[in-house]
């Protein structure tokens, strides 16, 4: 069985199939690198889906068939979320 990977982020990049795991952090980092997040939060988001990251959501997606967490764009006044969601279907 081959496990496809469904990935987005909600008002920011459209759903998206890769064929595994590891061709969906660096896409879903691409997007998200370049926005005005706060530091903190931006390196919590670099750890589960940058560059070198990923073991953890990968450690989820292999307990369950999704993994969720919310990106916070702009300040600590005037913000967005954008809900990213990981989710593996077997096919």
Not at 7 to 32: C, K, N, Q, R, S
Not at 55 to 79: F, I, K, P, Y
Request: glycine share 14%; aromatic share 6%.
């Amino acid at each position: 069985m081959t496990t496809v990977v469904r990935a987005e982020i909600t008002g920011v990049m459209l759903a998206a199939l890769f064929p595994g795991l590891d061709h969906a952090p660096p896409v879903l980092w691409e997007h998200v690198r370049r926005l005005p997040v706060r530091e903190a939060h931006r390196d919590f988001i670099r750890i589960c889906i940058g560059p070198g990251g990923g073991e953890g959501v990968a450690g989820c997606l292999a307990r369950g068939d999704s993994w969720n967490t919310t990106l916070h764009v702009g300040g600590m006044t005037d913000w967005t979320a954008h809900p990213i969601t990981i989710t593996t279907h077997g096919s």
